[in-house]
């Protein structure tokens, strides 16, 4: 049990250490948020009504977009130098290494995330401190609904042909219901109603994330040895 | 299954398409409210039904090739998921010819034909990436862990995709089937989907058999 | 009473025809070619192209 857990944490702080040096994932990620700000004012034009009508939408769109690029990137590097081997060949249980990258993608994104919300509510006007404690809740169990499967299918299409286009078109449609959650559960916060009128849509949050975390374990050591 | 007893079953799913035609459109009556255009329900209906059991064997097939190895299962999982997305899109397609005269739209995000567009999406997704690994092994192992993540994601789909449309708009009165069915019309909705799960059934024989022999002669070839 | 829309109930028996029948001689065109290959092989090397 130790010996797993020091075999995630030990995935979770290279990757981390890795990105805090290189720091190529999360600059170009968070001048990604930013460019999408001016991408979302732009198509949607200067109405302000519209804007804010679709504010739960638009911020779980560029929550997601930044995923495709940030989560489709988790095993880039052990791919591109030939460290692939180096993970098969892991004593122990593998979903360890699951569950580190999983870790490091979920601090990445919420990074990302948190930077996203506070240029939201500066560029667009929005109130989001008096409601960020259930704001949180929703955007704690979205990120890991997303980083879940993402992760998994990060793994999987590493060394597949035309994986930057096979990523998105597999993760996009598993995390519809993912999508459908968050943006009515945020609509409900951000409406100024509380947390518990979005109780079951966070209690299938939960239980997606749940589901996906299961078999994000159980399967990643046949994605290694694929 | 021999060449002999496949050829049996297409017949027999010949014939219970024909009798499912004559169901369709001789025993059953003309609708009440809908009229005419509710026989397109003969189609829908048992198409997606036939869709489930696809992607349900999709799991199946994806849990045994992860479990065993052996090639089989993989075999059975790609097949059931051609067969799926065919089923599913002709769901989609008949839904949406249905819903042109009914609703007066071609598309509405109503919450069957969303959730099946969105199991589309899945399972043709799943056959592009089967398209993009060569090797045998490696193939089914990678299309096994997304198999089994698109069938557990159906349930989950379903219940957000019902919920979003409870909020968002009332449920119509106008469904696919008026409830409560009369009975000749439930007796043709039967005979249809059962001549639909047979001509799955020759279809899925057909093409794992297709498979399997497609597997046993391409490594004959690289000598 | 809603009018009779038998061009839209044709049109969606004729998609499923076409649909399913496409299908199934794709399969068979597949069949086909597949078993073209093996003659040809067996005709050059008799005995070697065994289908286990």
């Not at chain 1, 977009?65 to 940030?70: K, M, R, T, V, Y």
């Not at chain 1, 993970?87 to 569950?99: C, E, H, M, N, V």
């Not at chain 2, 997304?146 to 957000?160: D, E, L, T």
Request: charged share 15%; aromatic share 10%; with cysteine.
């Amino acid at each position: 049990m130790i010996a797993y857990a020091r075999r995630t944490w030990i995935v979770l702080w290279k990757d981390l250490l890795v990105e805090r040096r290189s720091k190529e994932s999360l600059n170009a990620l968070l001048f990604f948020a930013l460019l999408l700000l001016f991408l979302f004012q732009f198509a949607l034009g200067p109405d302000r009504e519209r804007l804010h009508a679709a504010l739960p939408g638009l911020l779980w769109l560029g929550f997601v977009l930044a995923g495709l690029l940030g989560l489709g990137r988790s095993f880039v590097a052990e791919r591109d130098n030939d460290c692939w081997d180096g993970l098969r060949l892991t004593p122990g249980d593998k979903s360890a290494i699951y569950l580190g990258k999983l870790a490091a993608n979920l601090v990445v994104m919420g990074a990302v995330e948190v930077v996203i919300l506070a240029l939201f509510g500066l560029f667009y006007n929005v109130d989001l401190v008096s409601v960020l404690g259930p704001l949180a809740v929703v955007l704690v169990l979205g990120t890991l609904g997303l980083a879940t499967v993402g992760t998994l299918f990060a793994a999987l299409t590493a060394g597949v042909r035309a994986r930057e286009l096979l990523f998105p078109v597999l993760l996009l449609p598993v995390q519809v219901p993912v999508l459908l959650a968050t943006v009515s559960a945020t609509q409900i916060i951000l409406a100024g109603q509380p947390l518990g009128d979005a109780a079951a849509w966070l209690r299938l949050l939960a239980g997606a994330d749940l589901v996906y975390l299961v078999i994000g374990l159980l399967t990643f050591e046949f994605v290694l040895d694929a | 299954m021999s060449a002999r007893a496949t050829r049996i079953l297409g017949g027999l799913a010949l014939l219970a398409l024909a009798t499912g035609l004559a169901a369709g459109f001789g025993y059953a009556p003309r609708e009440a409210i809908q009229g005419n255009v509710q026989r397109i329900m003969y189609i829908h209906v048992p198409a997606v039904l036939t869709a489930y059991l696809a992607f349900g064997l999709v799991l199946v097939g994806s849990i045994g090739a992860l479990a065993t190895g052996r090639m089989g299962w993989d075999r059975l999982a790609g097949a059931a998921a051609e067969l799926g997305v065919l089923f599913t899109a002709v769901t989609i397609v008949s839904g949406s010819i249905w819903g042109k005269p009914t609703w007066g739209t071609w598309w509405t995000w109503d919450a069957r034909l969303t959730s099946t567009a969105v199991l589309f999406l899945v399972y043709a997704g799943y056959l592009l990436l089967r398209a993009m690994v060569d090797e045998p092994e490696r193939r089914a192992r990678i299309a096994a862990v997304v198999g089994i993540v698109g069938a557990a994601n159906i349930p989950i789909v379903h219940f957000s995709v019902k919920w979003w449309r409870a909020l968002h708009q009332p449920s119509t009165i106008l469904g696919p089937e008026s409830s409560p069915i009369a009975g000749p019309i439930a007796a043709a909705l039967f005979v249809n989907w059962v001549a639909f799960t047979l001509l799955f059934l020759y279809l899925l024989l057909r093409r794992v058999e297709l498979a399997r022999l497609e597997d046993a002669w391409v490594p004959e070839t690289r000598r | 009473m809603m009018p009779d829309h038998w061009g839209y109930v044709f049109a969606a028996y004729c998609l499923t025809a076409a649909a399913v029948l496409g299908y199934w001689r794709h399969l068979v065109r597949r069949r086909r070619a597949l078993d073209a290959r093996l003659r040809r092989v067996k005709a050059v090397v008799p005995g070697k192209a065994a289908i286990r």
